[in-house]
């Protein structure tokens, strides 16, 4: 992780800058792949170890595409070193697809400015020396702006030995350093993520295309209106798209997409124009604006979408939700044209405090086959009496979607009125629920423990809830508005909902 370092030769401002750079920069390295190889795998043995008690040598009886298959494995200095071992080894070496990365190179993290020269050479050195194929290059720890010859190099040697992962970061300093137009030509790229560049002119992507790309990562790139559109109108097989940033709209057409993850960003609007194979929408941290008072509000928009199962945070404070070419607002009649049926896991950031959370009905009633429903509660000082637990009795329609919610949580709970008249409402109207969790917020942000919210939760009327189910009441030890959201956790397909602070 980047180090908070006082930046003693600053002013008071610039520091702040950089240092806001430097947590930027740890939360991309923080999301982008990790190198598909193991740091702590090793060939070197004990004497002996190699052979068993019966003598027999088990290494030498592996095939050589077993072995290729070990070495590409190891980091690439460990996997250079077998290459000494013995004839076989050397030739084994040479048609492993290897998997390079610059913080490998490195006797430790993070890099220093003055690192730059020295991780460049070693790079440069490194994919010199291995005439096989790359199967990854995992570059993060270089400033490129005064590297950018060694930079087209490496991507034109990359893309003749068939690389098909690679993560490009480019370390800050400026964010202006153009992205080379060889990237955008190696046709073999199967996952992509780049970070801190420009995104060229769209006059130098005349024919270019990522035919095999399945993943896409866009972290703090500058981009102009249109070109992530098109970047992904170029890619037919990518089924996961990540972005960080800020963008004035983004307008999706993808017939494979599947997952689209938008978080920390900065987005007037975003449309699924055509996404027939999306199932999941996930935003964190999405707005339009910096500044909370401006008003403005990020739209979304969902034209067709219909395998879309898993959607969230959508935030009422903060965005304006439009289905089917209807915004939803308040006192809008659920029709046809403005439920998503397909929606099974849902997640809400609230402010119960604040006049927007009204809104949340209406959103609500745009799900009505919700199984799982999941509450982020933002910390508001703005008071709204009216949302207690008569005002989510008389809303009407969302009744029905309570009616089938089998899982429910809140996170970043702090016990307050508001809070608890919802999950009055939800624990009355839940007829199938099977499992609740009760995360609180961290006791050093707000003075209240998890054996407090215990006891807030115990006084609870729970003479009228619809049932009886498994309730978890855990205490968060995280940052205040919770953990940040990582690509992984979204992009999980395994993991049916992603969103649950804890599995049932």
């Not at 390295?29 to 190889?37: A, L, N, W």
């Not at 307008?251 to 987005?267: E, K, N, P, T």
């Amino acid at each position: 992780m980047a180090s908070c370092a006082p930046f003693p030769n600053l002013d008071r401002t610039s520091a702040a800058d950089l240092r806001d750079t430097e947590h930027l920069l740890s939360y991309i390295c923080s999301c982008v792949p990790d190198p598909p190889v193991s740091t702590t795998a090793r060939l070197a043995a004990r004497r002996g170890a190699a052979a068993s008690k019966d003598g027999v040598d088990r290494i030498s009886g592996l095939s050589d595409a077993l072995l290729r298959d070990i070495v590409s494995r190891l980091p690439f200095k460990d996997a250079a070193r077998t290459s000494v071992l013995a004839t076989r080894w050397r030739r084994v070496w040479l048609a492993a697809p290897l998997a390079v990365a610059d913080a490998h190179l490195l006797d430790h993290w993070p890099p220093a400015p003055a690192d730059a020269p020295a991780v460049t050479a070693a790079v440069s050195g490194a994919l010199a020396a291995h005439p096989g194929p790359f199967r990854c290059a995992h570059l993060v720890s270089t400033r490129m702006d005064a590297y950018q010859p060694q930079l087209k190099r490496w991507l034109r040697i990359l893309a003749a030995k068939g690389v098909q992962e690679l993560v490009l970061v480019n370390r800050p300093g400026p964010r202006e350093v153009p992205l080379p137009d060889t990237l955008f030509r190696i046709a073999n790229l199967t996952c992509l993520y780049i970070g801190f560049w420009k995104f060229p002119h769209a006059s130098h992507l005349q024919g270019a295309s990522f035919p095999n790309l399945r993943e896409l990562g866009i972290c703090s790139v500058v981009v102009k209106d249109g070109d992530i559109d098109s970047l992904v109108a170029r890619s037919p097989l990518l089924e996961i798209l990540n972005i960080q940033g800020s963008m004035k709209g983004l307008r999706l057409v993808g017939q494979s997409l599947r997952c689209v993850q938008i978080c920390a960003s900065m987005v007037e609007s975003i449309t699924l124009v055509s996404t027939p194979c999306l199932e999941r929408l996930i935003l964190w941290e999405v707005r339009a604006s910096p500044n909370p008072a401006s008003g403005l509000r990020t739209r979304i928009k969902i034209g067709t979408a219909p395998k879309l199962c898993v959607l969230g945070y959508l935030d009422p404070t903060q965005h304006l939700l439009e289905i089917g070419g209807t915004s939803i607002m308040p006192g809008i009649a659920p029709s046809a044209s403005t439920i998503l049926t397909s929606v099974k896991c849902l997640s809400l950031k609230v402010c119960f405090g604040a006049n927007d959370a009204m809104k949340v009905p209406a959103f609500l009633k745009c799900f009505p086959n919700v199984e799982a429903l999941h509450i982020m509660s933002a910390k508001c000082d703005e008071p709204a009496d009216k949302l207690n637990l008569k005002f989510w009795q008389e809303v009407g329609p969302i009744r029905s979607v309570v009616l089938r919610v089998k899982v429910m949580t809140i996170c970043e709970f702090r016990g307050g009125q508001h809070e608890l008249a919802f999950l009055q409402f939800i624990y009355q109207n839940a007829r199938v629920l099977n499992f609740s969790a009760i995360v609180s917020a961290n006791v050093r942000v707000t003075g209240i423990s998890a054996n407090q919210i215990f006891s807030i939760v115990q006084n609870m009327d729970s003479s009228r809830w619809a049932r009886n189910f498994n309730l978890a009441i855990l205490g968060s030890k995280g940052p205040e508005g919770g953990r940040p959201w990582k690509f992984q956790r979204g992009a999980n397909f395994s993991n049916d909902d992603p969103f649950a602070p804890v599995k049932s």
